[in-house]
Nanobody
Framework: VQLQASGGGLVQAGGSLRLSCAASGSIFDINVMGWYRQAPGKQRELVTTITTGGRTIYADSVKDRLTISRDKARKMVFMQLNSLKAEDTGVYYC???????????????WGQGTQVTVSS
C-alpha cells in the first residue's frame, strides 16, 4: 500500500495550507484516514482523522483552524489548515487504517511524509 501526500512546502505564518493524500494498492477497504505530524525534536502526534462515516477528531492545537475531508471513492483524504503558526512546522504523515480483503483485519499505515515549514 502507498499513501502519497502532496501539498507541503514553505508557507508564511497566517497563511493557509492544503494537503492531499491518495491511497493506492490492493486495498479492500479503508476505515479511518487522517494526518499525523512530527515537529523537529518531538514525537509524532495525531493532527486529525476522519472515519468512513464522517466522524472527525482534531488535535486541540488545530481544531479551530483545520478542516478534514475525504473522498472515499478515490481513496483520498484532504486537510485544510488556516491561520498557520510557526508551531505547525513539521513533517506531515498521511495515515490510513486499511484492510486488503474481506477476512483481513484493519492495520495502520503511514505515508513517507511531506514537509511543511511555516515562516514568520
Amino acid at each position: 500500500v502507498q499513501l502519497q501526500a502532496s501539498g507541503g512546502g514553505l508557507v508564511q505564518a497566517g497563511g493557509s495550507l492544503r494537503l492531499s493524500c491518495a491511497a493506492s494498492g490492493s486495498i479492500f477497504d479503508i476505515n479511518v484516514m487522517g494526518w499525523y505530524r512530527q515537529a523537529p525534536g518531538k514525537q509524532r502526534e495525531l493532527v486529525t482523522t476522519i472515519t468512513t462515516g464522517g466522524r472527525t477528531i482534531y488535535a486541540d492545537s488545530v481544531k479551530d483552524r483545520l478542516t478534514i475531508s475525504r473522498d472515499k471513492a478515490r481513496k483520498m483524504v484532504f486537510m485544510q489548515l488556516n491561520s498557520l503558526k510557526a508551531e505547525d512546522t513539521g513533517v506531515y504523515y498521511c495515515y490510513g487504517n486499511i484492510k486488503f480483503d474481506l477476512t483481513d483485519r484493519y492495520s495502520d499505515y503511514w505515508g513517507q511524509g511531506t514537509q511543511v515549514t511555516v515562516s514568520s
